[in-house]
T-cell receptor, first 110, second 114 residues
Framework: TQLLEQSPQFLSIQEGENLTVYCNSS?????LQWYRQEPGEGPVLLVT?????EVKKLKRLTFQFGDARKDSSLHITAAQPGDTGLYLC??????????FGKGTMLLVSP | NAGVTQTPKFRVLKTGQSMTLLCAQD?????MYWYRQDPGMGLRLIHY???????AKGEVPDGYNVSRLKKQNFLLGLESAAPSQTSVYFC?????????????FGSGTRLTVV
């Protein structure tokens, strides 16, 4: 069974701070996705990374896929209250359904 | 842009009652999924479908049944609701099980079983 461990589970910061959340596994994934879920809504895809070492930027969000394709990180620069939400990583491995981590709950206070 | 639509949004059931959760997608996706989300447990896959007329069990299938008679619809049934089935249920769809374009989720159904 493939597992994805996310850390930290909860993060509370002030507006303007930087942060990094992590997604780790002992298994190799062919792709890694990050989703953000706002209260009362379903998760929404932010990015997909497929190549070991790949870095993608989405405005103030930077996503990295580990060289061995077993881990990923999400870095947010100058966090804003609108970044508040549950961040989920999900690993793909070909023909099976995605494996989801349990998520990191981020709270950004003004 | 409808995407994935779930009905109802909220429901309270008494133990032993039955109900069906409806999911509809307008993106012509082959794959559809039902998840439940509980605090500290993350998203857990209940059942999924790889195409019209086919379904498969996920991680936590007990107590649930599903049907996919039409490509755009995926129904989740609870035959005899139990308090342990109190949860938020999400339907999702995708082109493939590990699609580069990800899963499109509905906005969820909050179910309480008393």
């Amino acid at each position: 069974t493939q597992l994805l461990e996310q850390s930290p589970q909860f993060l509370s910061i002030q507006e303007g701070e930087n942060l990094t959340v992590y997604c780790n596994s002992s298994s190799v994934f062919s792709s890694l996705q990050w989703y953000r879920q706002e209260p009362g809504e379903g998760p929404v895809l932010l990015v997909t990374v497929v190549t070991g070492g790949e870095v993608k930027k989405l405005k103030r969000l930077t996503f990295q896929f580990g060289d061995a394709r077993k881990d990923s990180s999400l870095h947010i620069t100058a966090a804003q209250p609108g970044d508040t939400g549950l961040y989920l990583c999900a690993g793909g491995s070909g023909y099976s359904t995605l494996t989801f981590g349990k998520g990191t709950m981020l709270l950004v206070s003004p | 842009n409808a995407g994935v639509t779930q009905t109802p949004k909220f429901r309270v059931l008494k133990t032993g009652q039955s109900m069906t959760l409806l999911c509809a997608q307008d993106m012509n996706h082959e794959y559809m999924y039902w998840y439940r989300q509980d605090p500290g447990m993350g998203l857990r896959l209940i059942h999924y479908s790889v195409g019209e007329g086919t379904t498969a069990k996920g991680e936590v299938p007990d107590g649930y049944n599903v049907s996919r008679l039409k490509k755009q619809n995926f129904l989740l049934g609870l035959e005899s609701a139990a308090p342990s089935q109190t949860s938020v249920y999400f339907c999702a769809s995708s082109y493939s099980p590990d699609s580069y374009y990800g899963y499109t989720f509905g906005s969820g159904t909050r179910l309480t079983v008393v």
